[in-house]
Nanobody, 126 residues
């Protein structure tokens, strides 16, 4: 079965950092672009980043640009989201999703997203 497992969420103070992981189970990520998404209570799901299958290309939503960095280690079948300078408004459930189209732009098209992780909660609060 195709599955993504997201992990690394937790409670962090404003200005702090957190690293999320997204690990594939039942398939390899070599040919998949990976997107990161988040959804806060009462808000629509927001796409925040996408990384190409090779890791050579990335793009970000303006809301996180300069603070978040997505990377991948295909040998570990894992994609990471390094979140720095966290703000209370970053509080959300974070999801990863895989797109067979390996382009760094493919994550922004919902129909491309074949597998979704279960989500991990990030709470930014004092």
């Amino acid at each position: 079965q195709l599955q993504l497992v997201g992990s690394g969420g937790g409670l962090v103070q404003p200005g702090g950092s957190l690293r999320l992981s997204c690990t594939a189970s039942g398939f390899t990520l070599d040919y998949y672009a990976i997107g990161w998404f988040r959804q806060a209570p009462g808000k629509e799901r927001e796409g925040i980043s996408c990384i190409s299958s090779s890791g050579s290309s990335t793009n970000y939503a303006d809301s996180v640009k300069g603070r978040f960095t997505v990377s991948r280690d295909n040998a570990k079948n894992t994609v990471y989201l390094q979140m720095n300078s966290l703000k209370p408004e970053d509080t959300a459930v974070y999801y990863c999703a895989a797109a067979p189209n390996g382009s760094s732009w493919s994550c922004w098209v919902d129909s491309n997203l074949e597998v979704w992780g279960q989500g991990t909660l990030v709470t930014v609060s004092s």
